[in-house]
């Protein structure tokens, strides 16, 4: 069936650090991802997403990597900054289909 | 563009009573969605409407769940009767194909 999973609940890193923060995905129907951050109290924001014709995508100190010969997908974060410490989701989107399906959630926490 | 607009950003009220949530999609976005977030189940999508229309409710709980989308600018999450089982955080989303915008969310208690 269609599940988003996180392989790490938490992750804690210096400020400065590159943070990889990871995501398996089971349905290889999928066809975009989107990363999402969340700080307590608020909403998810969107930090970057992808389609599944790419592979890589880039953006202001993030990048997305997606591998969908082992459905897996990651986002990296360079010079972790203490403001980056929230929550982060992956979810993804079934081709055809409008549905966004949510993983758990990576807690990222920067020590300064 | 303020984003998507949800009211009211708190509420509590007593099992049994009725609880409408609202929300307002970013003006041009022809999807909205319902999400609801707890800590055991973390975000999951009740229902979603294109063009006003339901398109997937396989999400809604159970019969005292309801929402309607009378026009492409409001949409309501209706709880009756609330059960304390309903506390969670809701959330609305817009989107037009990609990028979906998500409220600052409803958090609700009921006791």
């Known amino acids: 069936g269609e599940s988003v999973g996180l392989h790490l609940p938490t992750l804690s890193v210096q400020e400065g650090d590159n943070s990889i923060i990871n995501c398996a995905y089971s349905n290889s129907a999928s066809d975009y ?8 109290g608020k909403g998810p924001q969107f930090i970057i ?12 100190r993030v990048t997305v990597l ?3 010969t082992v459905k897996h997908l990651s986002l990296q974060i360079a010079a972790t900054q203490p403001g980056d410490s929230a929550v982060y989701f992956c979810a993804e989107r079934k081709g055809g289909s409008e549905k966004l399906v949510f993983g758990k ?7 300064p | 563009d303020a984003g998507v607009i949800q009211s009211p950003r708190h509420e ?10 609202r929300c307002k999609p970013i003006s041009g976005h022809d999807y909205l969605f319902w999400y609801r977030q707890t800590m055991m189940r973390g975000l999951e999508l009740l ?3 294109n063009n006003n229309v339901p398109i997937d409710d396989s999400g809604m709980p159970e019969d005292r769940f309801s929402a309607k989308m009378p026009n492409a600018s409001f949409s309501t999450l209706k709880i009756q009767p ?3 089982r309903d506390s969670a955080v ?3 989303a817009s989107s037009s194909n990609y990028g979906y915008t998500f409220g600052s969310g409803t958090r609700l208690t009921v006791v």
Do not use: A, H
């Open chain 1, 33 to 40: 991802f989107i990363w999402y951050k969340q700080e307590s």
């Open chain 1, 49 to 60: 997403d992808i389609r599944s014709n790419m592979d890589k995508r880039q953006g202001q």
């Open chain 1, 66 to 68: 997606l591998n969908k």
């Open chain 1, 105 to 111: 959630g990576t807690k990222l926490t920067v020590n």
């Open chain 2, 12 to 21: 509590v009220t007593e099992m049994g009573q009725e609880v409408t949530l």
């Open chain 2, 47 to 49: 229902i979603y409407f």
């Open chain 2, 82 to 84: 609330s059960e304390p």
């Open chain 2, 90 to 92: 809701y959330f609305c």
